[in-house]
């Protein structure tokens, strides 16, 4: 595995390294010492398995709010799809900025996004699954979102009518989380 940084302190594009031979391929996708090296080991608490059926599904932006914030370990493992993340850290000098990764099964690419951080990802294939773990346990009633094209975020994503769930159309704008949620203290 080799880890690099993004631009967002906390945030690792972590590069999976798998053995090939005429049979497939093996590769380990977690493996706790490395991430204890960089001082990034968690315990996870749950494993998610999304499946979209088509191209142009965004799915997020979410985010759950203390004390159920979630750090979370990402990797497309059929398809492809652009992964963003934006920084909503109390203190941040890369608060209210976003980051995204091209996350498919060909470039056996991940991404950790530490506690803090609204998170989607948008499907670029006609099927995507994404498989994820979060140190966190889900709780409904502590989840948000932010409105995935939000003027002042300025997200670049190569879609301009992407299809939504319902609960995702009424997501908060960047204002309306700084209005009334400020920011996350993690």
Known sequence: MEFVESRLKGVYFVKLKPFDDERGFFMRTYDDNLF???NIHKVWRQENHSRSNQKGILRGLHFQLP???ETKLVRCIHGEVLDVFVDLRHGSPTFGQYDSV???ADNKTQVLIPRGFAHGFLTLSD???VV???DNYYNKDNERGLIW???DLRINWP???PMLSEKDKLN???QEFKSTLNSIKV
Do not use: R
């Open 149 to 151: 094209n939000d003027k």
């Open 36 to 38: 204890e090296q960089l």
């Open 132 to 134: 994820y773990k979060v």
């Open 159 to 161: 879609i301009s009518t």
């Open 102 to 104: 091209l996350l498919s």
């Open 127 to 129: 099927v995507s699954q």
């Open 172 to 174: 908060l704008t960047f």
């Open 67 to 69: 004390p159920y914030s």
